[in-house]
């Protein structure tokens, strides 16, 4: 079965462009969440999805990030603009209810010049 | 101060030792803890999960929790150059996932 699958896994831009990020989680996982992870931190949570409705995202700059997650699959993560302090790794993750295991994908890795 | 404290290392061991990883925290409200291994360039994986005060074993992995000390401990027995990660602990007080914290990370490296 696969796991959780984000694209792309390394991505460059300049500041003031905008990027998007892309989940498609385990199957049937109706939990998905978006993580932040700092060089030498642990993962923050951005926002966090039950199938398609947003129930936390207190954690998102909602100035310049947003999230959608369409049909309650798939999830793309923006940030625009985006700035030299967003440069980081963004995790997707999902479970099967909020109960279940937390599986992470590999990451996309964000820098931003 | 923030919740989950962890030493960052890097920690370097000789394959075969016993490796010690710990995190401290402030909120006594945690009752469900967690260990988790990040390789480079990849997500964190779980490890181990405990729910209160008390040890866990799975194979060579000992997970202990103290609530009266607020510290956490992972052990890792006959550690093998495979082991070499960051191991992340993070906690809980719902046993919900959207309610975890995470520690910084403490970087681990076996030597063969």
């Known amino acids: 079965e696969a796991g959780v699958v984000q694209s792309p896994r390394y991505k460059i831009i300049e500041k003031k462009q905008p990027v998007a990020f892309w989940c498609n989680p385990i199957?049937?996982?109706?939990?998905l969440y978006w993580y932040l992870q700092n060089l030498g931190q642990g993962p923050e949570l951005l926002i966090r999805?039950?199938?398609?409705?947003?129930?936390?995202d207190s954690q998102l700059p909602k100035d310049r990030f947003s999230a959608e997650r369409l049909k309650g699959v798939d999830s793309t993560l923006k940030i625009q603009p985006a700035e030299l302090g967003d440069s980081a790794v963004y995790l997707c993750?999902?479970?099967?209810?909020?109960?279940?295991?937390?599986?992470f994908g590999e990451g996309s890795r964000l820098t931003v010049l | 101060q923030k919740e989950v404290e962890q030493d960052p290392g890097p920690l370097s061991v000789p394959e075969g030792a016993i490796v010690s990883l710990n995190c401290t925290y402030s909120?006594?409200?945690?009752?469900?803890f967690m260990w988790y291994r990040q390789y480079s360039r990849k997500g964190p994986e779980l490890l181990m999960y405990?729910?209160?005060?008390g040890n866990k074993e799975d194979g060579r992995f000992t997970a202990q929790v103290d609530k009266s000390s607020k510290y956490i401990s992972l052990f890792i027995r006959d550690s093998q150059p495979s082991d070499s990660a960051t191991y992340l602990c993070?906690?809980?007080?719902?046993?919900?996932?959207?309610?975890?914290?995470f520690g910084s990370g403490t970087q681990l490296t076996v030597l063969p």
């Open positions: 199957s049937g996982h109706n939990t």
């Open positions: 999805y039950e199938n398609e409705e947003a129930v936390d």
């Open positions: 993750a999902s479970s099967l209810g909020v109960a279940g295991e937390l599986f």
């Open positions: 909120n006594s409200a945690f009752q469900y």
């Open positions: 993070a906690m809980s007080h719902s046993g919900s996932a959207r309610q975890l914290t």
């Open positions: 405990t729910y209160s005060s």
